[in-house]
Nanobody
Framework: QVQLVESGGGWVQAGGSLSLSCAAS????????MAWFRQAPGKERERVAA????????TYADSVKGRFTISRDNAKDTVYLQMNSLKPEDTAVYYC????????????WGRGTQVTVSS
């Protein structure tokens, strides 16, 4: 079992930046794929970014390309999401998730951290 804990959410004005962290514990050997999702009120959950085990492959939602960067530090069992040029539409609860081998089926989830971007 893997446990994930997000941190770094908060409030920021449009155009600002925030950095999220997600620390994994437990069976961290099964965290080959790590991803950030978000869900805004009344909207479906959206995968924002994902990264493979060594960081050589990353993928982003079109809505955040060029503004968000996902990275990971395996020595610290932590994945990061650097969010720049934030927009009000980025407001959501951001969740960290992980999978042993699938880019589409995630088996462990964090509880989420709120990101609010004001105009």
């Amino acid at each position: 079992q893997v446990q994930l804990v997000e941190s770094g959410g908060g409030w920021v004005q449009a155009g600002g930046s925030l950095s999220l962290s997600c620390a994994a514990s437990g069976r961290t050997g099964s965290t080959a794929i790590m991803a950030w999702f978000r869900q805004a009120p009344g909207k479906e959950r959206e995968r924002v970014a994902a990264i493979n085990w060594n960081g050589s492959i990353t993928t982003y939602a079109d809505s955040v390309k060029g503004r968000f960067t996902i990275s990971r530090d395996n020595a610290k069992d932590t994945v990061y999401l650097q969010m720049n040029s934030l927009k009000p539409e980025d407001t959501a609860v951001y969740y960290c998730a992980t999978s042993a081998h699938s880019w589409t089926w995630y088996t462990a989830w964090g509880r989420g951290t709120q990101v609010t971007v004001s105009s």
